[in-house]
Each structure stands twice: as structure tokens, then as C-alpha cells.
Nanobody
Framework: VQLQASGGGLVQAGDSLRLSCAAS????????MGWFRQAPGKEREFVAT????????YYAGSVKGRFTISRDNTKNTVSLQMNSLKPEDTAVYYC????????????????WGQGTQVTVSS
């Protein structure tokens, strides 16, 4: 599975941004998908995950209620809608795929895309 993330940019606090991740290769619908982020000087952290069917989602506490993960298995894409952005959301965001049928709570995803930079100014 090859993953290509896009949609990052520079926004102000309170703004919204939508990240997308396009997948190619193996059967996309067989994979749980996740978003992670890494801020400068910090370890990569979990943001959100969605089950292969799209019916199950799970979020990090820091983004719950502000971010929404979704997927379109007909287009092989997964998205992350980010609302009410805060300066602490500034990071490189990565999408990842895990061969798993439910909601995957682990960190050992099988495939990773390149990151897309999100910068939120105060």
C-alpha cells in the first residue's frame, strides 16, 4: 500500500483544515487507517483511527470533538477534518494503514505515508 498525504498548510488559530490521504496498491478496504502527528522535538503521537468499514472511529483526547476522521473506500481515501485548530496542533501529520478489520488501537501500522505539514499560528 502506498499512501500520499496532502492538504497541510499554514492557518490561524480557530481555523479549519482538511487533510487527505490517497492510497494505492492492495485492497484499501481491508485496512484500518490512522492519522498520527509529530511536532518538532517530540515523539510521533496518535491522532485518530478508523476501521476498515468506516463505522468505527477512535480519537486522541486532545483532538476529540474537534477532528473527524472519515474514509471513502470507493475512492481509496481517508480524510481528517480539523476544526478549531490550536497552535499546539502544529506538527507534521502522517497517515498510516494497518491490515485489520476493526478499530485498531495499536501504533504498529504496516504502511506509512510521507507527512504533510500543518502550522497553526496564534
Amino acid at each position: 500500500v502506498q499512501l500520499q498525504a496532502s492538504g497541510g498548510g499554514l492557518v490561524q488559530a480557530g481555523d479549519s483544515l482538511r487533510l487527505s490521504c490517497a492510497a494505492s496498491g492492495r485492497t484499501f478496504s481491508s485496512y484500518a487507517m490512522g492519522w498520527f502527528r509529530q511536532a518538532p522535538g517530540k515523539e510521533r503521537e496518535f491522532v485518530a483511527t478508523i476501521s476498515w468499514s468506516g463505522t468505527g472511529t477512535y480519537y486522541a483526547g486532545s483532538v476529540k470533538g474537534r477532528f473527524t476522521i472519515s474514509r471513502d473506500n470507493t475512492k481509496n481515501t481517508v480524510s481528517l477534518q480539523m476544526n478549531s485548530l490550536k497552535p499546539e496542533d502544529t506538527a507534521v501529520y502522517y497517515c498510516a494503514a494497518k491490515y485489520f478489520s476493526g478499530i485498531y488501537y495499536g501504533y504498529d501500522y504496516d504502511y506509512w505515508g510521507q507527512g504533510t505539514q500543518v502550522t497553526v499560528s496564534s
